[in-house]
């Protein structure tokens, strides 16, 4: 399995960005998914998930309300779209597949992307 994540970049605060994650393999739809931060100096941290369908998904109370998290099963693709952008929003971002356990934990996830920078200027 490999994620590919993309649509990082550089946003002015206020801002907003879509990030991509393409998944290979035919069993994608099979799996929750997630997104996950980490900025310079502090612990990754858990950001959205969204269920197999994506009927469910949920949220750090830190992006609840500005990012949304969406899926694309026929593309095998998941989304984060980020709007509202702060510079604390600043981080490395990865998507990840998850395996079992709760959604909120990096340890429930089997497979991760290689990460796309996201840099919030005030």
């Known amino acids: 399995v490999q994620l590919q994540a993309s649509g990082g970049g550089l946003v002015q605060a206020g801002g907003s960005l879509r990030l991509s994650c393409a998944a290979s393999g035919r069993t994608f739809s099979g799996y929750y998914m997630g997104w996950f931060r980490q900025a310079p100096g502090k612990e990754r941290e858990f950001v959205a998930a969204?269920?197999?369908?994506?009927?469910?998904?949920w949220y750090a109370d830190s992006v609840k309300g500005r990012f949304t998290i969406s899926r694309d099963n026929a593309k095998n693709t998941v989304y984060l779209q980020m709007s509202s952008l702060k510079p604390e929003d600043t981080a490395v971002y990865y998507c990840?597949?998850?395996?079992?356990?709760?959604?909120?934990?990096?340890?429930?996830?089997?497979?991760w992307g290689q990460g796309t920078q996201v840099t919030v200027s005030s």
């Open positions: 990840a597949r998850h395996n079992s356990g709760t959604v909120v934990a990096g340890t429930s996830y089997a497979y």
């Open positions: 969204i269920t197999r369908s994506g009927g469910t998904t």
